[in-house]
């Protein structure tokens, strides 16, 4: 049985949920308030169910409108894609580009996934890579882009997100509740290993360097082995793995800003095309 779900009245029910207001939502799709109305009534009758309820401050969605609303995001993302593959001139030529392990399993996807069916002809080359050694090599014409970790505050690089450095712990394990307590450290020389340092002396955290890594992966293995607590950026967090928060008397390390950097050379279309992509992947992934 089709439900003949009519993309108008998808966008104009995702407006309302996001707006809590049908005012403020014929303002986002350019509809009067009473045509907002109408078409909330017309996707209630097709689904079968009220979609909102009046509440303290506007209108709320109900159950029904909450099992709708993923769905809704996905049919009206979909379409956008569809609208701007048969739009756009597919690209040619290569791009180089360096991406940070903790983003490899998260954004790299969604942001090669969504270029390859915009640009099929695209030849991509990823390098996994510290952000020290990524800039350098974008600098040096090795890489055409590269996404980078920067310190809050001295940040160059075009801004992506924020995403703090926290001290991470396995459930399992709980080596947190050690005295001194085993951490691994980041090898990596610079600001990272200097903040995490800094972050337990500033927290009064006795401390003893059970493990030193020079990659996010083996940072990973030894806080999910439960070798050592260990600091992961705060949106790549291992499964069985939590934040150690205030209450366990550890503050953040720090608040890393993620960047982006272009090769000093003119960029060429297939180049500023993937960093669009990356910055909508980033856009999707915290919510910028």
Known sequence: MSLGLDSDLLKTFVAVVDSGNFTRAGEIVGRTQSAISLQIKRLEDVVG????????????????AALLLPNARRILALME??????ASRPLQGPVRIGVPEEYVQT????????????????????????????????????????VVFEPEGKATAEWLATDPTVWTTSTIHA???????????????????????SALVRDSIRFRVA??????AQLHAAVTSGLAIAPLSRSSLPPLCRELGATDGFGPIDSAQVGLVQAPQGASPAVLGMCQAVRDAFAQRFGA
């Open 49 to 64: 169910a009220p979609l909102f309820q009046r509440g303290p401050r506007g209108v709320e969605p109900t159950d029904k």
């Open 81 to 86: 894609e569809t609208v701007a593959v048969v």
């Open 107 to 146: 954004i790299l996807p969604h942001a090669l996934g969504s270029f390859a069916k915009r640009h099929p002809l695209v030849e991509v080359t990823v390098r996994y890579g510290s952000s020290l050694d990524n800039r350098a090599a974008v600098e040096a014409g090795r890489l055409d882009l590269a």
């Open 175 to 197: 080596v947190h509740e050690q005295d001194p307590v085993p951490v691994a450290l980041d090898d990596t020389p610079g600001w990272c290993r200097e903040a995490m340092l």
């Open 211 to 216: 493990f030193s890594a020079d990659t996010a």
